[in-house]
């Protein structure tokens, strides 16, 4: 049964739906059967703020443990505390979240949900729909969000004339990541096409330098494709793709160019091909064991961390053929309805996180740009400023990432991402069978595909 604490705030107790009762069914399967794993990976919460006696805490879940999240994390539970509210860390590794959605999924049906948590991407809307998302107009209204925010931010964070989440920063996808001290070494620069990409990869590889650092884990290799999409095609085939799951586009001649290429780059990467998390990947970066990566820029948090400097340690480019676009994701913390007792203390929380001082300090140490249109500039680096540079062209250069939860649901993603995963490590399977196999996804999970049928 439903616990009644899961209320809309406005609406009073949930009427729940025939769809919803059945949604929630299956999810109850999924989470029931996931249990267990989830919760044997999940760190021993922490408090990370807070001297004394509080007088309200917070629980928030979320996937932040590398060395840079774990600072930005400080941020925000430092700020928090200076408001006398504790920030309880719930903090379930893995990279991209993959731990912490299950575990947060089995805490909510458990009635246990935190009060907040980092929710990133479409799954608001079923969320919110669900009544289990604490509404936070009282305090997007009056702080002027929908004026202050990037549109694509504001529509992603608001539902049914509500809004949801409070919006943390921008990611971007679409970075090349380079050693600035090899680069200048050997005197190269940033490639800005793939035939130049192939000539400094050789004489990086002549040089003895692993050109391009990579895991083999699915995420990141998927992270990687849908960059290469990005650069084939650009944002409205992207979008065609991952964000309408249109079947016929699966066997576009794009999408097996954009497949033969994340092929073709096996042979500029560390072999053999390990499977490790993405700081080590970004590790291999920042001493100079391999001279180039691409990953999210939550990877140049992490240099910074490590307290490496940008233009002079690392610089960024962006994947080659993609510079004018912009691979987003957007990291938001959403919070449970309960009881409303924690109300005031999540609606501070929102209101921080939307406050000029704290995004410029979390997106700097984050490696994001803050949500606002017009952020403080000043406080930006080379890479931040060509992040929001791009991002700030508008949705026609932006595309939401797939991986990152900003284009399809999590059934989709993780089926993409698995079959993508299977081409890469088996190169045994040709370009006509997986763009077979995602046009079968596509078909059966969208509603083009089932309009098809
Ligand atoms: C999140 C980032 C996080 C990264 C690595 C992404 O999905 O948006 O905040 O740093 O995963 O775990």
New binding site residues.
């Given amino acids: 049964m439903i616990d009644k604490r899961y209320a809309n705030k406005r609406g009073g107790a949930k009427t729940w739906s025939a769809g919803s009762r059945k949604w929630l069914a299956s999810w109850a399967i999924g989470c029931l059967l996931q249990y267990s794993a989830g919760m044997a990976d999940a760190a021993v919460a922490t408090p990370v703020a807070g001297v004394g006696q509080p007088a309200a805490s917070l629980q928030v879940v979320h ?2 443990t590398s060395a840079g ?1 774990r600072k930005s994390v400080d941020v925000l539970a430092g700020r928090l505390a200076e408001e006398n509210i504790q920030w309880r860390d719930l903090a379930i590794p893995g ?3 993959l731990g912490a959605s299950k575990v947060l999924k089995s805490m909510v049906l458990a009635g246990k949900a935190p009060e907040a948590t980092q929710l ?1 991407g479409i799954v608001f809307g079923e969320w919110a729909d669900l009544g289990l998302l604490l509404e936070l107009d009282d305090v997007a209204t009056p702080g002027g969000w929908q004026k202050l925010l990037f549109p694509t931010v504001w529509s992603l964070v608001h539902n049914r004339g509500h809004v949801v989440a409070a919006p943390l920063g921008i ?1 971007r996808i679409n970075n090349l990541f380079y050693n600035k001290k090899i680069f200048d070494r050997l005197g190269l620069a940033a490639p800005r096409t793939w035939p130049e990409f192939e000539r400094v990869a050789e004489k990086l590889k002549q040089a003895g330098v692993t050109p391009l650092a990579q895991s083999s884990e699915a995420w990141q290799v998927a992270t990687l494709f849908e960059t290469l999409v990005l650069a084939e095609s650009g944002p409205v085939y992207y979008r065609s793709l991952f964000v309408d799951l249109n079947p016929a586009a699966f066997g576009d001649p794009r999408m097996t160019h954009a497949l033969k290429r994340l092929r073709s780059l096996k042979q500029w990467m560390p072999q053999p091909l390990r499977e490790r998390p ?1 700081p080590e990947a970004t590790r291999q970066l920042a001493d100079g064991d391999a001279a180039m990566f691409v990953m ?1 820029d ?1 990877a140049k948090g992490e240099l910074l961390a490590w307290g490496l400097n940008t233009d002079q340690d690392f610089s960024c480019a962006a994947v080659p053929g993609t510079a004018d676009y912009h691979l987003y ?1 957007v ?1 938001t913390l959403a919070m449970f309805a309960g009881d409303y007792s924690h109300q005031p203390a999540q609606e501070k929380l929102a209101q921080l996180i939307m406050s000029q001082p704290v995004q410029s300090a979390y997106n700097q140490v984050k490696g994001a740009i803050p949500v606002w249109r017009a952020p403080d500039l000043s406080k930006m680096d080379s890479c931040a400023r060509a992040s929001w540079s791009a991002f700030s062209k508008g949705s026609a250069f932006q595309a939401p990432s797939l991986v ?1 939860r900003m284009a399809a649901d999590e059934t989709a993603k993780d089926a993409i991402v698995a079959e993508v995963h299977h081409y890469f490590v088996d190169d045994k399977m040709s370009e006509s069978d997986i763009q077979r196999k995602l046009a079968s996804i596509a078909r059966s999970v969208s509603k083009t595909g089932k309009q098809e049928q």
Avoid: K, L, Q, T
Wanted: net charge negative; aromatic share 28%.
């Fill in positions: 996937w932040w999240e990279g991209a979240g990133n990611h993405w999210g939550w994701s990291d990152h």
